[in-house]
């Protein structure tokens, strides 16, 4: 089993409420947080207080893990919040402002782009869980809306009917996986 899948498995454990996998998720997750950490605000105790407060959050909030998703970005979006956190602290305690490092634009271009692609891997799965009907649909209304289909004029009221129904449903789903979003 790898790493990542060991931690998926000790943190769903965990968010099971099985507190005997403690030390194993700790033991897993304390360097990559503390590697993330420093790399964003740099090796010094900023980092190491960052590091700190984000897996203090990542065990408070284990029961909010979904053992559907992978561990580590559940994990790493704690982290960045916290170090976001700990940036603006730092701006505001200072006169001067820090100075973007060609390493945060990278990392927050990778933070965007794990982001989408968490973002386009939920939908796909709420998509796949949609009727076939329902997918067809959609995907008839979104061709339509980019202009692949321009042969085939006005939609009836029945095809905008099935397509509210359709998005209705995706976006229940969507509500049900994400909350309020």
């Known amino acids: 089993m790898t790493d990542l899948a060991h931690l998926d498995h000790e943190l769903a454990r965990l968010a099971d409420g099985d507190r005997s996998v403690f030390s194993s998720v700790f033991g897993l997750l304390s360097p990559i947080v503390q590697r993330f950490c420093r790399r964003r605000l740099g090796d010094g105790p900023d980092a190491a207080d960052a590091a700190q407060i984000a897996l203090e959050k990542i065990f408070a909030r284990a ?8 561990a580590l970005p559940w994990a790493l979006a704690i982290t960045a919040w916290e170090c976001t956190t700990v940036r603006t602290q730092r701006r505001r305690a ?3 402002p820090l100075p973007e490092t060609e390493l945060d634009a990278e990392l927050e271009g990778a933070d965007h782009a794990l982001a989408q692609q968490a973002d386009r891997a939920a939908l796909h799965e709420a998509l796949a869980q949609l009727s076939p009907s329902d997918r067809a649909t959609l995907e008839e209304a979104f061709f339509d809306s980019l202009g692949e289909d321009a042969n085939r004029g006005p939609k009836d009221a029945s095809f905008r009917k099935r397509k509210e129904r359709a998005l209705g449903r995706l976006r229940a789903l969507w509500r049900g996986a994400f909350g309020n979003g």
């Not at 029961?63 to 992978?70: E, F, T, V």
């Open 94 to 96: 200072r006169t001067e």
């Open 63 to 70: 029961s909010d893990y979904d053992p559907a998703r992978p």
